[in-house]
């Protein structure tokens, strides 16, 4: 079964570009989570989207961050404009849905964005 | 506001030994606590999880001891193997297990 793919791997920009992050989840997972995980840091959530309802964006910067998830698959995480804070690891990470403890998220390898 | 501390920043064990990586946690309503581990250039991967139902819960070489009182829980790994050399994140959430809050990490190497 493949696991969550994310793209691109590394992303190099220059601060006030916009960068955007692509993410497809496991076959058959209607939850659908982006972290951002800083350097020496656990991950932190980011937007959480129940099929393609974004249920939970409380910690979403919205004022320069947004996501979408079209017809409940794939995923896209944009920034625009990027600023020197925003550079960290950026994880999707998916799961079944099912609701309760046996609910586990897999986690894809992320993107590692630099800010210059 | 930190909700789960995690404790050491970093770990050196020999081969052999056991490792020990603590937890602990301010919000009574967490209930589900797992430990994720995750290699250089990879993400986290769910190693283990306990519910406060019991104090100790194993597998294999990974056992999670649980206090519920003290707000606290810790991941001891058995015969440490230079493979388990990785970063192990301890986490918590409530109601179900999509809400994770974790901790900051520990790196663990393993010297043959």
């Known amino acids: 079964e493949a696991g969550v793919v994310q793209s691109p791997r590394y992303k190099i920009i220059e601060k006030k570009q916009p960068v955007a992050f692509w993410c497809n989840p496991i076959s058959g997972h209607n939850t659908l989570y982006w972290y951002r995980q800083n350097l020496g840091q656990g991950p932190e959530l980011l937007i959480r989207y129940e099929n393609e309802e974004a249920v939970d964006d409380s910690q979403l910067p919205k004022d320069r961050f947004s996501a979408e998830r079209l017809k409940g698959v794939d995923s896209t995480l944009k920034i625009q404009p990027a600023e020197l804070g925003d550079s960290a690891v950026y994880l999707c990470?998916?799961?079944?849905?099912?609701?309760?403890?046996?609910?586990?998220?897999?986690f894809g390898p992320g993107t590692r964005l630099t800010v210059l | 506001q930190q909700q789960v501390k995690q404790s050491p920043q970093s770990l050196i064990v020999q081969k052999g030994g056991i490792s020990i990586i603590n937890c602990a946690y301010e919000n009574t309503a967490f209930d589900y606590f797992p430990w994720y581990q995750q290699f250089p250039g990879k993400g986290p991967a769910l190693l283990i999880a306990i519910r406060p139902d019991v104090s100790e819960k194993k597998e294999g070489r990974f056992t999670i001891s649980f206090n519920k009182s003290a707000k606290q829980f810790s991941l001891h790994i058995m015969d440490s193997q230079p493979g388990d050399s990785a970063t192990y994140f301890c986490?918590?959430?409530?109601?179900?297990?999509?809400?994770?809050?974790f901790g900051s990490g520990t790196q663990l190497t393993v010297l043959p």
């Open positions: 990470a998916s799961s079944l849905g099912a609701g309760g403890h046996t609910d586990t998220q897999y």
């Open positions: 986490a918590a959430s409530t109601g179900s297990a999509r809400q994770l809050t």
